[in-house]
């Protein structure tokens, strides 16, 4: 009975077009961005912040990025770490080799530098389509990791191949503390995800769904290929490389290549299938998904089988019950957390009476 | 009804057009004038499709030239041809089946709009001001072709009827001067077969819009039409209009057969 559109009626188209037409899905948002930005904060501690949520919100960053490209412009990639390791360099060259930079410039030169790297390796995707295109992109992966390893220049020579992350300042404050580092990567995913969002009901994200759902007509309608499938991969890679730069800076405290393998660019791709391809919301359940279930499941093994297991058969059982139940939701809901959410909010309007 | 058929704005001379061995067409002129509705028929293989694929640009022409609006060319990308005013529907659906209704029909004002990506990613002043132009123009669509109530349905979901109808909004929301539409009315019920008709009737009537159809239903055809192009095997065989063609014994023999 609470969540009601009736009595809700739009005048204006303007108003049609909004995120959140309805009132009560307004209200949600706003508690949910109070809690994340103003109680969070306050009562979580360095542990929760910086090993959790900082993480978990860089990782959906990346996740978006990754859904631009593949969830909306139908384009298969296993480049996304490789594009968020270009991010992760760029950002460190920029910030060592021109100091008079702001480090929110060093950010987003970042995600130009990636978004032009990734439109480089994008070019293959006008020739070819799905699992294909994933070996090209596979290709980025380990040529930007072969790169950055063996180019000492990118590193500024460092012996050791990790070099820690220098310090950051932002606006004149230093951002040091675990707070202060959550507010930032907050405050960056929050208008980079707004942005996404804008794209994708706009002209340019209807364009990439048109690439995706039939790139004969597409063209047909006047939208041109290269051109939307090239811009899908320079903003997709533009997140992702902002991504990695917050990735190093906020979350590792180390810029290092062996951060960004090829493990983490299927761990995004899992992220948004199991949030739900195609879908901005997604990519954060997504993350969420893979980012606290094992950490559920390690606290429930903990607690419910202490002495009565060997740790080792316990850890193992984590892993079958993480893959278990991704299977499980991948079963009764393909389209991912996303589609589920709306499934709920729809059976929602008309409950208690569905008839 | 009073409609003037003005001059000729579609061009095509001596076209000929091969995949490795097989000659799809050849030799082909045929001319589409101003505000007319012109069929072409013919049985199957015959290149109807193709030549429709030749006019958008889908396939470029190993020989002859294609004159729209009055610039000659042989090779056009499809999407430039969109942007010079030609808009076409496809004989098996090709919808964005992802996609609402509206969203599917906004495509077609792609062309149209102008704002670039950091705009859009803004969605503020000019941005969304361009988004709803261009909305109320999609909706004017909507009106006319009463699909009002699946405005926000995905159009995998809808019937196949309705995805016809929406597939022929999206071309219509390009507002374009030609319009091909590749067998409109394949695989409908009686009912829907006389919406489409009043649809491409009213189109022309209303718009101007020149149309190029693809039809099998001879009954729908020589209604409809005011010319009729026939073709086979690749080469057309008689350009007139319907009662012409009706008679025509090349046309029987290949096509309509004799009366029973």
């Given at each position: ?202 002209s340019?994200?209807r364009a990439?769904?048109a ?6 007509s597409a063209e047909v309608i006047g939208i041109p ?131 | ?54 006019i958008n640009g ?10 729209w609006k ?7 990308k499809p999407h430039e041809s969109a942007e010079s005013g030609i808009a076409r529907t496809f004989?098996?659906?090709a919808l964005f ?5 509206l969203d599917n029909i906004m495509t077609g004002r792609y062309t149209k709009m102008r ?15 361009e988004?709803?132009e261009h909305r109320e123009v999609c909706e004017r669509v909507i009106?006319f072709l ?20 929406v597939e022929l909004g999206r071309a219509l929301a390009a507002q374009p001067e030609l319009l091909l539409l ?17 649809f491409?009737?009213?189109v022309?009537?209303?718009f101007g819009t020149t149309i190029v ?48």
């Amino acid at each position: 009975m609470l969540y009601r559109e009736a009595g809700q009626f739009k005048t204006s188209y303007a108003k049609d077009l909004a995120i959140f037409p309805i009132r009560q899905d307004r209200w949600f948002i706003a508690l949910v961005l109070i809690f994340f930005g103003l109680v969070v904060p306050l009562i979580a501690n360095d542990y929760w912040l910086k090993s959790i949520l900082i993480p978990l919100l860089v990782s959906s960053l990346a996740a978006i990025g990754l859904n631009i490209l593949t969830g909306y412009a139908g384009q298969l990639s296993l480049g996304t770490a490789g594009f968020m390791a270009v991010g992760a360099f760029a950002a460190y060259n920029f910030n060592i080799r021109v100091p008079e930079l702001p480090l929110i410039v060093d950010f987003i030169l970042a995600g130009l530098c990636a978004a032009l790297v990734g439109m480089v390796f994008g070019l293959p995707s006008l020739r070819i389509k799905g699992f294909y295109l994933a070996v090209a992109t596979l290709a980025a992966q380990f040529f930007i990791e072969w790169v950055l390893t063996h180019f000492g220049w990118f590193t500024n020579y460092s012996s050791s191949g990790v070099i820690s992350a220098p310090p950051m300042k932002m606006f004149g404050f230093a951002v040091e503390s675990a707070v202060e580092k959550y507010l930032l990567t907050l405050g960056v995913v929050l208008v980079m995800a707004l942005a996404a969002k804008n794209m994708v009901r706009s002209s340019a994200g209807r364009a990439w769904m048109a690439v995706r759902d039939k790139d004969i007509s597409a063209e047909v309608i006047g939208i041109p290929l290269m051109k939307t499938k090239l811009t899908a991969f320079g903003v997709s890679s533009f997140y992702c490389g902002v991504a990695g730069a917050l990735w190093t800076y906020c979350y590792l405290g180390t810029v290092e290549p062996a951060a960004f393998d090829l493990a983490r660019s299927f761990l995004i791709l899992f992220m948004i299938i199991i949030g739900g391809v195609g879908s901005i919301l997604g990519s954060f359940l997504g993350a969420a998904f893979i980012g606290l279930l094992p950490i559920f499941l390690n606290n429930m093994a903990a607690t419910i089988g202490h002495g009565t297991l060997q740790a080792d058969t316990m850890a193992n059982l984590e892993h079958v019950i993480f893959g278990g139940l991704i299977i499980f939701f991948l079963i009764v809901e393909p389209h991912g957390l996303a589609r589920l959410w709306q499934i709920a909010k729809e059976k929602l309007r008309l409950w208690p009476f569905p008839y | 009804m009073t409609k003037t058929i003005g001059d000729v704005i579609l061009r095509c001379d001596n076209i000929s057009l091969s995949f490795g061995g097989v000659r799809a067409l050849s030799d082909i002129s045929i001319d589409v004038r101003e505000h007319e509705i012109l069929a072409i028929i013919g049985p199957n293989g015959a290149g109807k499709s193709s030549m429709l694929n030749v006019i958008n640009g889908v396939y470029h022409p190993q020989e002859g030239t294609v004159t729209w609006k009055g610039q000659t060319r042989r090779a056009m990308k499809p999407h430039e041809s969109a942007e010079s005013g030609i808009a076409r529907t496809f004989q098996n659906i090709a919808l964005f089946k992802g996609m609402s209704t509206l969203d599917n029909i906004m495509t077609g004002r792609y062309t149209k709009m102008r704002r670039n990506l950091l705009w859009q990613a803004l969605y503020w002043g000019p941005a969304r001001k361009e988004e709803i132009e261009h909305r109320e123009v999609c909706e004017r669509v909507i009106d006319f072709l009463q699909i009002e109530s699946i405005r926000k349905t995905p159009v995998g979901r809808l019937p196949y009827g309705l995805q016809k109808r929406v597939e022929l909004g999206r071309a219509l929301a390009a507002q374009p001067e030609l319009l091909l539409l590749d067998e409109p009315m394949a695989g409908m019920n009686v009912e829907e077969k006389e919406d489409m008709c009043r649809f491409i009737l009213d189109v022309n009537d209303e718009f101007g819009t020149t149309i190029v159809l693809i039809e099998h239903d001879m009954g729908v055809v020589m209604d409809i039409s005011d010319r009729v192009a026939v073709l086979d095997y690749g080469r057309k065989i008689a350009d007139g209009v319907p009662d012409q063609v009706r008679t025509n014994p090349e046309v029987i023999r290949a096509y309509l057969g004799a009366g029973h």
